[in-house]
């Protein structure tokens, strides 16, 4: 029997994965301290690895494809394809980053006032390539951990980081010098896997439907009934991703009205609708959206 051994990443993404799986139409069990999940397709063998590792278990064909950060990809230098980005939620539609911080009052205010300083951090290769273009001997070691805290006593001169929004370096009294590169969540395979008609069919299926329940993630449905008369006023209320659909109601006066709209414009836009001449509105959620 044809079988795709996909990685999914074990650790802050992990529940993130296997919620997006589910809207995708896929129920995974993950068992105590199991690496090896179940899945209710028994074509898919999925296995639980770090992020951190995923690429180079792809690459070298031990996984058929799995989902990584753009950023370990390149930390590991590891040739694989990737087959798109996932955007898990709203709050995530912006690229994350590595960035070089060091305490608010320190006197490093470059790249360049690095030189002969130490830094900690996880990505440590990236790190290394970064201080070499910008022609910088710095010396980057691996951190386990509680790097934040690691500049904040002292024992290091920076740290790069990885944030999305900053807040959490400020917490710690840390000023961002710098952005070492950027990243975003990874479905990635390997080149043989590829050249493999069913593996390759059932990626493109995998991927086809992880990005449908992407997509749908705060987004809504919306039906209501419309008088002919009150459509116009409906319609420049109304935004979609292409034009709502319109259908005739049994009353000849009447026409019942459909469209997609972001979850965030209902609370307000309801009433608008109410105002206008709707009936009938009925507001329901998307599992899935298919461009």
Not at 272 to 281: E, R, V
Request: with cysteine.
């Amino acid at each position: 029997m044809n079988l795709l051994k996909l990685g999914l990443p074990k650790g802050s993404l992990q529940e993130a994965t296997i919620k997006v799986f589910e809207r995708a139409g896929f129920k995974i069990f993950v068992s105590g301290r199991s690496y090896f999940p179940h899945i209710d397709d028994s074509e898919i063998e999925p296995v639980l690895l770090r992020a951190q590792e995923m690429s180079r278990y792809v690459e070298d064909g031990a996984l058929d494809c799995g989902i990584t950060g753009a950023d370990w990809i390149l930390e590991n230098g590891s040739k694989v394809v990737s087959l798109a980005d996932l955007i898990y939620a709203k709050q995530t539609s912006v690229k994350v980053r590595w960035v070089l911080a060091v305490p608010d009052d320190s006197k490093i205010h470059s790249v360049k006032d690095l030189e002969g300083k130490k830094i900690a951090t996880e990505l440590v290769s990236v790190t290394k390539n970064y201080l070499k273009q910008n022609r910088v001997n710095a010396d980057v070691e691996f951190s386990w951990g509680a790097t934040e805290a690691k500049v904040a006593s002292g024992l290091v001169d920076g740290v790069v980081e990885l944030t999305e929004t900053g807040s959490s370096l400020k917490a710690h009294k840390l000023r961002i010098v710098a952005t070492i590169c950027e990243s975003t969540t990874q479905f990635i395979a390997n080149e043989k896997a590829l050249r493999d008609r069913w593996r390759k069919a059932k990626m493109d299926q995998l991927v086809m439907l992880l990005k449908g329940a992407i997509a749908a993630n705060n987004m809504v449905g919306l039906k209501m009934n419309v008088e002919k008369k009150n459509i116009d006023k409906i319609l420049k209320l109304l935004t979609s991703l292409k034009n709502p659909t319109i259908s005739n109601l049994s009353q000849d006066n009447w026409l019942a009205v459909e469209t997609v709209i972001d979850e965030g414009t209902v609370r307000g836009l309801i009433p608008q609708l109410k105002d206008a001449g709707a009936q009938g509105i009925i507001e329901y959620s998307l599992n899935k959206l298919i461009y």
